[in-house]
């Protein structure tokens, strides 16, 4: 069983930084491929990003490609979303999730563990 905990969200002006963390059960995240998805009140749940097991491939949403930043520490069991120049759009609650595959995805459905959520507010 892996269990995911999300750290780092908050309320940040439009224009502003935050990096949100995602640490998972120990001895069970090497193998994963991970991914943050978010969900807008009233809206569905949607992909943001995803990593591959070693960190060496990832993938972006078109709306959030050159402003986040996804990345992993193996050593640490944690995932890391870097977000910059953040806008009312990416206002959500950002969820970290885990797969059983070596490769990330864009489908929900291919994530078999999900952390709490944490939330992301940018001001305008």
């Known amino acids: 069983q892996v269990e995911l905990v999300e750290s780092g969200g908050g309320l940040v002006q439009t224009g502003g930084s935050l990096r949100l963390s995602c640490v998972a059960s120990p001895g069970t995240f090497t193998r994963n491929a991970m991914g943050w998805f978010r969900q807008a009140p009233g809206k569905e749940r949607e992909f943001v990003a995803a990593?591959?097991?070693?960190?060496?491939?990832?993938d972006y949403t078109s709306a959030v490609k050159g402003r986040f930043t996804i990345s992993r520490d193996n050593a640490k069991n944690t995932m890391y979303l870097q977000m910059n120049s953040l806008k009312p759009e990416d206002t959500a609650v950002y969820y970290c999730?885990?797969?059983?595959?070596?490769?990330?995805?864009?489908?929900?459905?291919?994530?078999?563990?999900w952390g709490q959520g944490t939330q992301v507010t940018a001001a305008s």
């Open positions: 999730a885990a797969s059983t595959k070596l490769y990330g995805s864009r489908n929900d459905w291919d994530y078999n563990y």
């Open positions: 990593i591959n097991w070693s960190g060496s491939t990832t």
